[in-house]
């Protein structure tokens, strides 16, 4: 939509929408996700991930058949609509997928990688439309809007490829071992060998019991937990900060941040924007490679803080910029974006998901996921919405709202987000649960041993499983 937007086809063609038509063209792609989040739960864990996601890039390809053949602008707005409505179903289960197959050695790094190829899709929408800025007629925009449809289209081929993740949470659940362990030794033990495979399948096995037995109490009685109510609150706020830090400035509006300090030709802001899509995407696919090395509280706490310097500079260097009209003060702004974008690529761009999705047992993930998903949608709507008016109406005074919100996000991660870097994803319940936490295997606690010996007394866990007889395995 940056790229649509400097092209004079693509507002001729649609009577130079308004700032609040801007808006809603933007912030209809969110009411799209948040009126199809809440179905993602019933369908991940319904039809299983795979399924959800198919559902999601067909209406993916359906949108963008529309949008390039709109002839009003409201036309284009159900596009974005549908887009929006199919995205939030491949976004959620690829998610899930990832964290949910991945070996514990490279989950970290597979997760965020997974978040920071966004700016892949950026980069080529950012070029395309500098490449189609020459060609004069409607295809200068409908091309970029035909390439969205590929990655559906890859999508719809290849995810054949990739094995359901619920099945082996559903085998263990339905007590169909052998099936289970043979997807844990496919993808693991080539790499760290049958001890760790038998170590990891019996914690896996017996946290899935315990879990399944306390999920039965139902989501009221899950909620009185303190470890529960943390995770929900980092969840939420997750969501919502990523959205409205401001980088919502840069990716969808930055040609507006760009005429107010002078650059107003397509050319310009085309290049600018296409060069900071790919400065976006060094720096935020090299930090997928620390966050097991540095951690992810620290990598939240620097991004967010960095993020609430950057904007003070930013906003100082516009104020400067709008008095003098100084080339000086227009330079400084542009070079102030890159900082803000690095501290906000740092964590934001690519640990968002993965954290969330990695802090939530595997009977709530979906949950915590969608409550997430619907926070970005929900900061992703009003960011949109209002950016395109405020920052037409009151210019340079605007960012000031957001050193004050920085600010406050600061104070929130650095007082609830935890560390939970070396451990397995079914350990990590002990950052929140302590030794209530409902881990089998060789990291059970207290509170699990003891409903462990409850269900093997029970029978309610196979007798017949691995017996643990190994420390489990480091990675």
């Known amino acids: 939509m940056n790229g649509l937007q400097t092209l004079a086809y693509w507002q001729d ?15 209809i792609f969110s009411v799209g996700q948040v009126v199809g989040l809440p179905f993602v739960p019933l369908l991940a864990d319904g039809i299983g991930r795979k399924w959800t996601i198919l559902l ?76 189609t800025l020459k060609m004069e007629s409607q295809w200068s925009w409908k091309t970029p809007s035909v390439l969205q449809s590929f990655p559906s289209v890859i999508q719809l081929f290849l995810i054949w490829l990739v094995p359901e993740s619920r099945t082996y949470s559903s085998f263990i659940v339905k007590d169909k ?33 315990l879990e399944k037995e306390f999920a039965s109490r139902g989501i009221s009685e899950l909620w009185k937990t303190p470890g529960n109510r943390h995770r929900f609150l980092i969840a939420l706020s997750a969501g919502f900060f990523s959205q409205t830090a401001g980088a919502g400035i ?16 397509s050319k310009s802001q085309l290049v600018l924007n296409g ?41 100082i260097a516009s104020q400067q910029y709008s008095v003098t009209g100084t080339t000086a003060g227009g330079r400084a702004v542009i070079a102030l974006i890159f900082v803000f974008m690095f501290f906000y690529n740092l964590a934001w761009s690519g640990l968002l998901i993965g954290y969330v999705v990695e802090i939530s047992p595997f009977y709530l ?31 340079w005074k605007y960012y000031l709202c957001y050193i004050i919100w920085l600010a406050f996000q600061s104070v929130v991660v650095w007082w609830k987000y935890v560390e939970t870097k070396g451990r397995s994803l079914e350990a990590v319940a002990i950052c929140f649960d302590g030794d209530d936490a409902k881990l089998g295997g060789a990291g059970a606690t207290g509170k699990g041993k003891e409903l462990l010996d409850v269900l093997h007394s029970d029978a309610a866990l196979d007798k017949g499983g691995i017996e643990l007889q190994v420390e489990h395995a480091k990675v």
């Not at 071992?177 to 760290?192: G, V």
């Not at 990716?251 to 030709?265: A, E, K, N, P, R």
């Not at 967010?304 to 310097?309: A, E, I, K, S």
């Not at 979906?366 to 210019?395: D, M, W």
Request: aromatic share 14%.
């Open 13 to 27: 063609h649609f009577n130079h929408p308004s700032a609040a038509t801007l808006g809603l063209l933007n912030a």
């Open 56 to 131: 999601g890039s067909s209406l993916i390809f359906l949108g963008v058949i529309l949008q390039t053949v709109s002839t009003t602008i409201g036309m284009f707005i159900a596009a974005r609509f549908i887009i929006g409505l199919g995205i939030c179903y491949t976004q959620s289960c690829s998610r899930m997928l990832i964290t949910e197959l991945s070996h514990p050695q490279y989950r970290g790094k597979l997760t965020t990688i997974y978040n920071t190829l966004w700016y892949s899709g950026s980069i080529v929408a950012a070029w395309t439309t500098y490449g």
């Open 177 to 209: 071992h052998e099936l289970a362990r043979k997807t844990f030794e496919r993808f693991h033990a080539p790499s760290s060998g049958q001890e760790f495979v038998d170590a990891e399948y019996q914690e896996v096995l017996e946290t899935m019991a």
């Open 250 to 265: 840069v990716s969808y509006y930055i040609f507006l941040v760009l005429s107010q300090i002078g650059i107003t030709d």
């Open 275 to 315: 060069c900071l899509t790919i400065f976006n995407f060094a720096i935020a696919g090299g930090m997928a490679f620390t966050i097991d090395w540095i951690g992810r509280r620290p990598l939240f706490l620097t991004a967010t803080f960095g993020m609430c310097l950057a904007m003070t500079g930013w906003t």
């Open 365 to 395: 993930r979906s949950r915590y996921l969608t409550v997430t998903l619907l926070a970005v949608a929900a900061g992703s709507f009003f960011t949109n919405y209002v950016n395109p008016v405020a920052l037409e109406k009151i210019t």
